[in-house]
């Protein structure tokens, strides 16, 4: 199994950046981690995919984020992280970090991702 603990959540004006991060920890979390993602919740909204890696390094993004933001991973492949650029008040939102052992798992399938952190707000003020 892996735990999934997100951080860098806080509030920015319009325009501004910031970066999330998520430290996956426990016993094989390489293999229950081949694929990693962001997805984000805002209230009253259904959770919906951000962006998401593969253990190749493969990336998708929404379209609503492309060329603003970034998905990574370290090395060890045991943190990811999110650069958010240009943020816009409709980015405000609960953000999680999720895993799955699966590879190219789609952002669409929201609930078949099985690992998920607790979230971290993030809010854009215009």
């Known amino acids: 199994q892996v735990q999934l603990e997100e951080s860098g959540g806080g509030s920015v004006q319009a325009g501004g950046s910031l970066r999330l991060s998520c430290t996956a920890s426990?016993?094989?979390?390489?293999?229950?981690?081949?694929?990693m993602a962001w997805f984000r919740q805002a209230p009253g909204k259904e959770r919906e995919g951000v962006a998401s890696?593969?253990?190749?390094?493969?990336?998708t993004y929404a379209e609503s984020v492309k060329g603003r933001f970034t998905i990574s991973q370290d090395n060890a492949r045991n943190t990811l992280y999110l650069q958010m650029n240009s943020l816009k008040p409709g980015d405000t939102a609960v953000y999680y970090c999720?895993?799955?052992?699966?590879?190219?798992?789609?952002?669409?399938?929201?609930?078949?991702?099985?690992?998920w952190g607790q979230g971290t707000q993030v809010t854009v003020s215009s």
């Open positions: 890696i593969d253990s190749l390094r493969r990336t």
């Open positions: 426990g016993e094989n979390y390489l293999y229950y981690s081949r694929s």
């Open positions: 999720a895993a799955d052992s699966g590879i190219g798992l789609p952002l669409s399938f929201v609930r078949d991702w099985r690992y």
